[in-house]
């Protein structure tokens, strides 16, 4: 097993992923969808930070966050978030019969996969290119034809914003060859 360190670095931009166990579909209703956005909400006010941008997809979710200058524990806020979300689908204190043993041991779920996947971004233009390729996402794994056709996306702020043209990467312009061969590890 490799010996991976996560980077803790305090006011770092991060860029996380998170899998749902087993990849199952949790997000392709609206119930989940309010379940995710109220513990998000719920760990911004607990432990603030800046939340740059997200995309849900029904399977998972890629966010940049920054994190305040003193502070670089994004593990925390990812495991609470987690949490919220898993109580809010299952009550507290309940988890299925269907677990494996390990998963139980650890207290444990079947919502979530047991670790997250993060990179710190190091200057713009890494910043830039996970931040196309988060919104570029919904595209990529072909559940649109265009970013501006998915709504769980921060991708529509951007373009409210003027960051982000409202065609930027769909299927019939330049950028989105571009963006389609763009491969980032983790997911």
């Known amino acids: 097993m490799p010996n991976y360190r996560r980077a803790y670095i305090p006011g770092s931009t991060v860029f996380l992923t998170l899998v749902t166990y087993q990849r199952s579909p949790l997000f ?8 995710l956005r109220q513990a998000l909400n719920t760990v911004l006010i607990e432990m603030p930070f800046q939340f740059i941008g997200g995309v849900v997809l029904p399977d998972h979710l890629h966010f940049l966050w920054t994190l305040p200058e003193q502070d670089s524990n994004y593990s925390k806020r990812v495991g609470r978030m987690k949490v919220l ?14 677990v494996s043993l390990s998963r139980q041991k650890h207290r444990e779920s079947n919502v979530w996969q047991r670790r997250f996947w993060e990179h710190t971004i190091r200057d713009d233009a890494d910043f830039w290119r996970h931040f ?3 919104h570029y996402n919904p595209v990529k794994h072909g559940l649109v034809k265009c970013p501006h056709e998915w709504e769980i996306s921060s991708f529509h702020r951007w373009v409210d914003r003027g960051v982000y043209e409202r065609n930027w990467g769909c299927h019939h ?7 389609m ?7």
Do not use: V
């Not at 979300?85 to 269907?98: D, E, S, V």
């Open 28 to 35: 392709t209703t609206s119930n989940n969808i309010t379940h």
């Open 181 to 187: 061969e763009m491969s980032l590890a983790g997911e």
């Open 173 to 179: 312009t330049e950028r989105s060859e571009e963006i």
């Open 85 to 98: 979300f898993t109580q809010a689908l299952r009550g507290k204190r309940c988890l299925p019969t269907t």
């Open 132 to 134: 196309d390729y988060l």
